[in-house]
């Protein structure tokens, strides 16, 4: 039957062994729940993923799902139930946007503005490259070819040198670390608040010293203007 086509069938029973091919407009498997994606299994025989689901509103997959060039979501928004691992460059033209609302936040303590100021002084920030994984399984590592100019912390320094590492440092199965960067935004924001209360200290200190020295030189010109009736000679000016 090699090179023929079946159209208009109803086949109940036996086998199309020895076909190369079958063309058909539908094809009915009763056995299957609506939206069941039918994959070829074993010997070629049609069968369903279970937990796999398509319909022009979802697609279901009980496990990973892997695509070799690409991704894209023509409209409406992506929910993500997990973490999400990126290994390239994220890249967007609207804002990233953490869920903040005071409503859904409880036993909240205020971060030491102290503590957020010496956290940053005692980073250094660095310029870096990227070491991958070679082509061969286990073998060395080498500089990544990406054209990125790289630029960030070291994991273990801020774990190492501030307060924060439980908050601002995450480690993977494999014991990667990574930086939580978006966090030390409330970190900068306190230490500048930090920093403006520094400064106002020492704009009021400056303030004091101001008045007092005015009040010093006040004494002097009196002193100055006394001195020929007190027998004082006042010296001339220099040059």
Known sequence: AAGHAVRDAHLEGGSAAGLEFVAAEAVLVTALDAGSV???????ALEAVPGLVAS????AAPGRVSAATGLEVASGDT?????LVVSGTVMGSGPYVDSSD?????????????????????????RYDVLVPGDDDGGPVVVS????????FLAQEVE????FGRELVKENAAGD??????????????????????R????????????????????????????PISGITKEPPLG
């Open 160 to 163: 190492a040198r501030t307060r």
């Open 102 to 126: 005071a409503r859904k936040k409880t036993n909240l303590r205020r971060v030491d503005p102290t503590e957020a100021l010496d956290a940053l002084a005692n980073l250094t920030a660095y």
């Open 79 to 83: 929910f993500l139930g997990g973490g």
């Open 200 to 227: 106002d200290a020492l704009l009021a200190a400056n303030a004091a010293l101001e008045r007092r020295l005015e009040a010093v030189l006040r004494r002097v010109d009196a002193l100055e203007q006394a001195a």
């Open 177 to 198: 670390k990574y930086v939580a960067y978006a966090r030390f935004a409330p970190l900068a924001a306190a230490a500048i608040a930090q920093l403006r209360a520094d």
């Open 38 to 44: 039918v994959v070829a299994g074993a010997g070629g």
């Open 56 to 59: 022009t509103e979802v697609l």
């Open 145 to 152: 070819d990406d054209d990125d100019e790289h630029l960030g």
